[in-house]
């Protein structure tokens, strides 16, 4: 017997998550902890790592590490982690066997089966990447399913007896989601989608590390945009204190010994407050309402007619966030929901729906829109000149999917025995604006004059955001189909068996190897230099504390306790970061 369960992949963190006696349950990673970040490394030992031990080792090995890798989906990019280049599909794929090495220590049982959530604004490509990192953590991927449709399933799971218009706010680490949906009598139905791929917690982050490094080269005269590692410890610093500000008005910005001038250790020590972050983060804050106004335009709707809107993703604390959709909704966003939880909890049930682990007696039903326009480039007649790279849709974006449309086309020359079938995504009526995705020949048209024959074009999306394009000749009812794939990164099925394969090897070198001797984490390691660095300056209180948590460490070392390591790697990480003389 195995399992399925719903993935939240994430840009910044990542979950599991299962359906417990009809309702969603998050299942902790094996360090107890519910989120497992987005992270993969390299150990000392030259074993992969993902999750915080590899995100700890982000600030004192930044070169072995990779974060915020789902930002590369879909492209050719690849990542290096200690001399070893891997995909960002692999990546990915790494993340995913680790979550789901977890949830089979959690059930005692295989795991092969998993809904894994995508942002609603992602590319085919993106899609076709995700659906491939499943397969090559060697998971069947049941459904690709929209992140802020899967947070409304989770909202609408205890609203099923109302009838209202919701928004779902989805803003995470590196992406920007936002969903319009109807519900009644347990139905959820997706109206329209809108986002930016390029949009999320991360950017805000970005902007303080800059004000950091800016603020560290005025006071020091050192500038540390090129040292990889001083600018690690920058970016972990900026989101400590940009996650402190959603609570607190000001707080202190502490970096010990973030370079070295003459020889002497120079640290980093500014305030900060949330007035100075909102003034850096404005503009950003500011672009997330556009997708907004976009997805209500679309939907046909204006803000008066929305119910209740839902923030889920870590960003959505912001609080200028949370000021700015207020302002626009005339009325406060829906606490009801988790928000690093949400989408995950949504994909449980997704899968636990589509497995008949949830019965369909609870009444939910969900449909999903296609984001982009999707057609194909034709030739257009302006008198007597003809242009080239018209964009015709064929499915447009906002469209319930599952969805088949077809167009019928005409030839445009004399004696045209060919056409080729190129095929667009994007708004724009020029193809030269859209994306485009993938193309093939349709051949064996009969000869005749111009706009004699007829070639009818069908799309069938699914509700996975796969496209497949047939086509058939009208007169000779010859056929020709094509699943678009343009992603530069897809393999052939071969290369996919290989790179499963290596994967896997690599994976089950590290799983499975005898656990090396206890020491304390690299950046432990260097964590307690800097700590032994600043005890002079502290006060007495303090002081004690720090030392403390030293002396700690030499005992957990000593006694070869792997599991105390970790917690006090994350313990006098914080206790570093919380110092304010």
């Given at each position: 017997?195995?399992?399925?369960?719903?993935?939240?992949?994430?840009?910044?963190?990542?979950?599991?998550?299962?359906?417990?006696?009809?309702?969603?349950?998050?299942?902790?990673?094996?360090?107890?902890?519910?989120?497992?970040?987005?992270?993969?490394?390299?150990?000392?030992?030259?074993?992969?790592?993902?999750?915080?031990?590899?995100?700890?080792?982000?600030?004192?090995?930044?070169?072995?590490?990779?974060?915020?890798?789902?930002?590369?989906?879909?492209?050719?990019?690849?990542?290096?982690?200690?001399?070893?280049?891997?995909?960002?599909?692999?990546?990915?794929?790494?993340?995913?066997?680790?979550?789901?090495?977890?949830?089979?220590?959690?059930?005692?049982?295989?795991?092969?089966?998993?809904?894994?959530?995508?942002?609603?604004?992602?590319?085919?490509?993106?899609?076709?990447?995700?659906?491939?990192?499943?397969?090559?953590?060697?998971?069947?991927?049941?459904?690709?399913?929209?992140?802020?449709?899967?947070?409304?399933?989770?909202?609408?799971?205890?609203?099923?007896?109302?009838?209202?218009?919701?928004?779902?706010?989805?803003?995470?680490?590196?992406?920007?989601?936002?969903?319009?949906?109807?519900?009644?009598?347990?139905?959820?139905?997706?109206?329209?989608?809108?986002?930016?791929?390029?949009?999320?917690?991360?950017?805000?982050?970005?902007?303080?590390?800059?004000?950091?490094?800016?603020?560290?080269?005025?006071?020091?005269?050192?500038?540390?945009r090129a040292d990889l590692r001083a600018m690690a410890r920058l970016k972990a610093a900026a989101e400590r204190a940009r996650c402190e500000l959603s609570a607190a008005?000001?707080?202190?910005?502490?970096?010990?010994?973030?370079?070295?001038?003459?020889?002497?250790?120079?640290?980093?020590?500014?305030?900060?407050?949330?007035?100075?972050?909102?003034?850096?983060?404005?503009?950003?804050?500011?672009?997330?309402?556009?997708?907004?106004?976009?997805?209500?335009?679309?939907?046909?709707?204006?803000?008066?007619?929305?119910?209740?809107?839902?923030?889920?993703?870590?960003?959505?604390?912001?609080?200028?966030?949370?000021?700015?959709?207020?302002?626009?909704?005339?009325?406060?966003?829906?606490?009801?929901?988790?928000?690093?939880?949400?989408?995950?909890?949504?994909?449980?049930?997704?899968?636990?729906?589509?497995?008949?682990?949830?019965?369909?007696?609870?009444?939910?039903?969900?449909?999903?829109?296609?984001?982009?326009?999707?057609?194909?480039?034709?030739?257009?007649?302006?008198?007597?000149?003809?242009?080239?790279?018209?964009?015709?849709?064929?499915?447009?974006?906002?469209?319930?999917?599952?969805?088949?449309?077809?167009?019928?086309?005409?030839?445009?020359?004399?004696?045209?025995?060919?056409?080729?079938?190129?095929?667009?995504?994007?708004?724009?009526?020029?193809?030269?604006?859209?994306?485009?995705?993938?193309?093939?020949?349709?051949?064996?048209?009969?000869?005749?004059?111009?706009?004699?024959?007829?070639?009818?074009?069908?799309?069938?999306?699914?509700?996975?955001?796969?496209?497949?394009?047939?086509?058939?000749?009208?007169?000779?009812?010859?056929?020709?189909?094509?699943?678009?794939?343009?992603?530069?990164?897809?393999l052939s099925d071969a290369d996919r068996v290989a790179a499963r394969e290596r994967l896997a090897r690599e994976w089950s070198a590290v799983s499975h190897a005898p656990a090396p001797p206890a020491t304390a984490p690299d950046s432990l390691?260097?964590?307690?230099?800097?700590?032994?660095?600043?005890?002079?300056?502290?006060?007495?209180?303090?002081?004690?504390?720090?030392?403390?948590?030293?002396?700690?460490?030499?005992?957990?070392?000593?006694?070869?306790?792997?599991?105390?390591?970790?917690?006090?790697?994350?313990?006098?990480?914080?206790?570093?970061?919380?110092?304010?003389?």
């Amino acid at each position: 017997m195995s399992r399925t369960v719903g993935i939240d992949l994430g840009t910044t963190n990542s979950l599991l998550a299962y359906v417990n006696s009809g309702r969603p349950e998050i299942i902790p990673n094996r360090a107890g902890e519910r989120m497992t970040p987005s992270v993969v490394g390299v150990d000392r030992h030259g074993g992969l790592i993902v999750g915080t031990s590899a995100r700890h080792r982000l600030t004192s090995a930044p070169e072995s590490t990779v974060a915020e890798s789902k930002r590369l989906m879909g492209s050719a990019q690849r990542v290096r982690l200690d001399g070893r280049l891997y995909t960002p599909t692999e990546i990915a794929a790494l993340i995913l066997r680790s979550l789901a090495d977890d949830g089979e220590r959690f059930f005692g049982q295989a795991i092969d089966e998993a809904v894994i959530t995508v942002p609603a604004y992602f590319t085919d490509a993106q899609r076709q990447a995700t659906k491939d990192a499943g397969e090559l953590a060697g998971l069947r991927v049941e459904r690709i399913l929209n992140e802020p449709t899967a947070a409304a399933l989770a909202y609408g799971l205890d609203h099923l007896d109302k009838e209202q218009h919701v928004v779902v706010f989805d803003l995470g680490g590196g992406t920007l989601d936002v969903s319009v949906l109807e519900m009644f009598e347990g139905v959820l139905d997706v109206k329209s989608s809108s986002g930016n791929n390029r949009l999320g917690g991360s950017d805000f982050d970005a902007a303080v590390v800059e004000w950091l490094a800016a603020a560290f080269a005025r006071e020091r005269g050192l500038d540390v945009r090129a040292d990889l590692r001083a600018m690690a410890r920058l970016k972990a610093a900026a989101e400590r204190a940009r996650c402190e500000l959603s609570a607190a008005r000001t707080t202190t910005v502490h970096v010990p010994s973030l370079a070295a001038r003459g020889g002497e250790p120079a640290d980093l020590e500014v305030d900060l407050s949330r007035a100075q972050l909102e003034e850096l983060i404005a503009p950003l804050v500011r672009a997330t309402l556009e997708p907004v106004r976009t997805a209500l335009s679309d939907a046909r709707l204006d803000v008066k007619a929305i119910s209740d809107v839902v923030l889920v993703g870590g960003a959505s604390r912001t609080p200028l966030v949370r000021t700015l959709v207020a302002d626009l909704f005339g009325k406060e966003p829906r606490h009801g929901v988790h928000p690093d939880e949400a989408v995950a909890l949504g994909a449980a049930l997704q899968a636990a729906l589509k497995t008949g682990a949830l019965s369909t007696q609870h009444g939910i039903m969900i449909t999903d829109v296609a984001p982009f326009t999707l057609g194909v480039e034709v030739q257009t007649q302006a008198g007597r000149q003809r242009l080239d790279g018209v964009f015709s849709p064929i499915i447009p974006r906002n469209c319930t999917i599952p969805v088949s449309r077809t167009e019928v086309y005409s030839t445009t020359s004399d004696n045209q025995r060919q056409v080729d079938i190129k095929v667009f995504q994007g708004e724009s009526r020029l193809v030269r604006n859209n994306v485009f995705l993938d193309q093939y020949t349709v051949d064996g048209i009969p000869a005749g004059p111009s706009g004699a024959e007829k070639v009818a074009v069908t799309f069938t999306y699914d509700v996975n955001g796969i496209l497949r394009v047939t086509t058939k000749v009208v007169s000779t009812g010859k056929e020709a189909d094509l699943v678009v794939d343009r992603s530069p990164q897809r393999l052939s099925d071969a290369d996919r068996v290989a790179a499963r394969e290596r994967l896997a090897r690599e994976w089950s070198a590290v799983s499975h190897a005898p656990a090396p001797p206890a020491t304390a984490p690299d950046s432990l390691d260097d964590l307690v230099a800097a700590a032994q660095a600043r005890l002079l300056t502290l006060s007495a209180d303090k002081r004690t504390r720090i030392a403390d948590l030293v002396e700690q460490v030499r005992t957990a070392r000593t006694r070869g306790d792997a599991a105390a390591l970790s917690q006090l790697d994350v313990a006098l990480t914080d206790a570093l970061f919380e110092l304010d003389e």
